[in-house]
């Protein structure tokens, strides 16, 4: 059966699935997973589940949860996990728990054990974490002879359930670089295995919170053990402007020499996670009937709850995109040219980013009884997002070969469903390409994928994107399919753009975001149906508005129809349906490919 959906150079027709032949397979993974060896989730509810935890439970395996005690596992294992556990005092709270001989020699661990048996773990925690929020973290805490005993065991961990062509288990850390309460927080992790890992230790903000000195510390690191890293932002939304601003940490201007440090270590950045998106926001994509998605705005503070001084265009990543064109413009090199990643930021140890399947960010909010408490400054249960998870298109799923896709952006970033979406840029791309059973053979052949470049356009001719998207075989329909543009004038200043390149349900006004999909949640029971939107798009869209001379971005934007958020699903179980009143009851989930550059 056939579909075609008509207008604005934009053609859609639904083909059959599976038939694609391509040298890249759909993996599914996280890149940022805390466990218990991370301070926070230690103290807020998770003593207990650690890496070998943290894998078991990523492969499919049952595990018991670390603060509900009931037995929990995911019916679809994952693809690939970083554990991403702070820099910071890895390990601490375990080594002040036991009392650890580690700590004989250190005068503030034994004033920390102390304090743990007066006041309790969470005291143990804000002591020591407010120090690296100071400035003045506690040096003998941070010797050699403390920090390797744990990096090992994470190590040991990662390599003992790395699998090549089943599981891949990335070593990695989280650099948690936050001053004055602003999220500059990295994961790192690295191709190599455990023998290069264990030559040295995880760089942590308690040496410097300047992300030039983490990039200087890996192209040194790099060197000398011969691994190699990739570092990814998050939590751009709450940055408090520092994330994608247009100076460095001194105050400086960007140059090209910052620029491509940048990119050669963050090719990709993370958009979505549980404490919101960071696609764009409502003030700066007004003309975006989607851009108010999981808006999340409370800076990382301890002791002070005041809202964030919102400096949007420097917090989101669509902003920043627009904004590496401009900089590139100017000195030659764009600071900005990441793909995007979506990823849990669980701090339980379990990666879990479905709205009726969601464990919270602590375990202290994975029941919803504890929605009210605090998980983070300002913000209770209630306010976490159940997202995200990356999807990297790779050969096979060896370390070897994701990292590759990370490094030239041949991934994207979902809120949660398991979207498959190609994205192929190139000049020739027609309608004729639909009806072949090898897309994506087509789209390596004729074009470039998602993360990848076009150089200047042939005479007479635009840019055109071949884009499949398919529901997640488990999930809900899909309502449209957008892509964002974003380009730069003759003047050097950024404009955005978002078209409707293909709707659901025979709807043929693709100019216009406001023709709902429609919506077949019950709130009673928050269940949805399928009986609106697709099963899946393929289409071949043109820029109609294309300038050979003006640099340019294309990404596309995946929605799904209407289902619960998780809120609903907790206040309906809870028998308290206006608990949730205070948060959307339903929301569209979405899916974020990696950008294709054009630059003249």
Do not use: C
């Amino acid at each position: 059966m056939q579909k075609q959906v008509i207008g604005l150079l934009a053609l859609a027709t639904l083909i059959p699935a599976g038939t694609q032949a391509a040298p890249t397979e759909l993996l599914w993974g996280d890149t940022h997973l805390h466990t218990s060896y991370s301070g926070d989730a230690f103290a807020m509810g998770n003593e207990t589940a650690d890496p070998e935890t943290a894998y078991r439970f990523a492969k499919g395996q049952p595990v018991i949860h670390p603060y509900n005690r009931t037995r929990v596992q995911l019916q679809r294992p994952l693809d690939f996990l970083v554990v991403a556990d702070h820099a910071e005092y890895m390990g601490l709270m375990q080594l002040v728990r036991d009392e650890s001989p580690l700590l004989n020699a250190s005068e503030n661990g034994q004033r920390l054990v102390e304090l743990w048996e007066s006041k309790g773990s969470k005291s143990v925690y804000y002591d020591a974490a407010g120090s690296i929020v100071k400035g003045k973290p506690y040096q003998d805490l941070l010797t050699e002879a403390i920090r390797q005993p744990i990096w090992n065991r994470i190590v040991e961990a990662a390599d003992s359930h790395n699998e090549p062509g089943k599981f891949t288990a990335f070593i990695g850390w989280e650099w948690s670089s936050m001053p004055g309460g602003a999220n500059l927080h990295r994961v790192v992790f690295t191709d190599q295995g455990g023998d290069a890992a264990k030559q040295f230790l995880p760089y942590s903000s308690a040496v410097s919170n300047r992300p030039e000195a983490l990039w200087d510390w890996l192209e040194t690191t790099s060197a000398r053990v011969g691994a190699d890293f990739v570092a990814i932002p998050h939590n751009s939304n709450i940055s408090n402007g520092l994330m994608f601003n247009d100076v460095d940490s001194n105050g400086h201007p960007i140059d090209a020499s910052y620029a491509r440090s940048r990119m050669r270590w963050e090719p990709v950045a993370e958009v979505t996670q549980i404490k919101g998106d960071s696609e764009t926001h409502p003030d700066l994509s007004a003309d975006d009937s989607f851009a108010d998605f999981e808006t999340f705005e409370h800076l990382m503070t301890f002791g002070n709850k005041a809202e964030q001084e919102v400096d949007e265009v420097s917090n989101y990543a669509r902003s920043a995109l627009k904004r590496g064109l401009e900089i590139e413009q100017s000195v030659g090199a764009n600071p900005f040219k990441f793909g995007m990643i979506g990823s849990t930021d669980s701090h339980t140890g379990l990666s879990t980013a479905s709205e009726p399947n969601f464990w919270g960010k602590f375990g202290i909010d994975s029941i919803p009884e504890n929605k009210d408490e605090e998980t983070t400054p300002g913000a209770p249960g209630w306010s976490m997002s159940a997202a995200g998870m990356v999807a990297a298109w790779a050969e096979e799923n060896t370390r070897e070969s994701l990292f590759a896709a990370f490094k030239r952006k041949e991934v994207y970033a979902t809120t949660g469903p398991r979207m498959k979406v190609r994205l192929f840029g190139g000049f020739d791309f027609s309608s004729a390409d639909l009806e072949r059973n090898d897309l994506a053979a087509v789209g390596y052949q004729k074009g470039v994928p998602m993360g990848g470049d076009l150089l200047q356009a042939p005479a007479g001719k635009a840019p055109t994107l071949l884009i499949q998207a398919v529901k997640d075989p488990q999930g809900a329909n899909l309502d449209r399919v957008q892509v964002v543009k974003g380009w730069l004038d003759n003047e050097g200043d950024s404009h955005e753009r978002v078209f409707n390149v293909a709707l659901s349900d025979g709807r043929q006004d693709l100019g216009k975001d406001t023709h709902p999909v429609g919506n077949t949640v019950d709130l009673q029971t928050g269940r949805y149906t399928n009986s609106i939107g697709d099963k899946e798009f393929v289409t071949v869209w043109k820029d109609p508005d294309f300038d050979p001379g003006q640099r340019a971005f294309y990404y596309v934007r995946v929605l799904q129809i209407p289902t619960a958020r998780h809120t609903t699903l907790d206040a309906l179980a809870l028998g308290k349906p206006r608990q949730a009143a205070t948060y959307r009851t339903v929301i569209q989930e979405r899916a974020y490919s990696s950008p294709i550059w054009y630059t003249p």
